[in-house]
């Protein structure tokens, strides 16, 4: 498929689908008039790119990860990520903690704001 499709099929910009390209995360190869070509698990690739980049991957993680997929698309870590994903992924423990800290004072404060009966105060 041609850069226009796989940028509509996966909702990401040629450019960065170019980006990916050019730091070793997706292949393409190129017609005799120099348009770019992905392979038909280009689509996937891509979903995978995007979701490992939100987890908060860098992308120097994500090239050594993407190898060691397997058939059907199933991610596998190899030899050396494993740290970098347990890194990560303690990071992200740490974040949701803080998060669930502030919803739960932001409950606690609407509640009590609320049984007080004390009227809201909008500042303008």
Same mark, same amino acid.
């Given at each position: 498929m041609l850069i226009g499709e796989l940028a509509g099929r996966t909702r990401t910009s040629e450019r960065l689908? *170019?980006?990916?390209?050019?730091?070793?995360?997706? @292949?393409? !190869? *190129?017609?005799?008039?120099?348009?770019?070509?992905? @392979?038909? !698990?280009a689509e996937q690739r891509?979903?995978?790119?995007? @979701?490992?980049?939100?987890a908060g991957l860098s992308t120097r993680v994500i090239k050594q990860l993407l190898p060691c997929t397997r058939d059907g698309g199933a991610l596998r870590a190899c030899p050396g990520v494993l740290p970098a994903l347990h890194d990560r992924l303690a990071e992200l423990d740490r974040r949701a903690a803080e998060l669930d800290a502030a919803r739960d004072?932001?409950?606690r404060t609407i509640a009590e704001t609320e049984q007080s009966g004390a009227a809201p105060h909008r500042s303008r």
């Open positions: 689908l *170019r980006y990916y390209e050019r730091v070793g995360l997706l @292949a393409a !190869d *190129r017609r005799h008039n120099g348009y770019r070509e992905y @392979a038909d !698990d891509v979903t995978q790119i995007r @979701a490992l980049l939100a004072l932001l409950r």
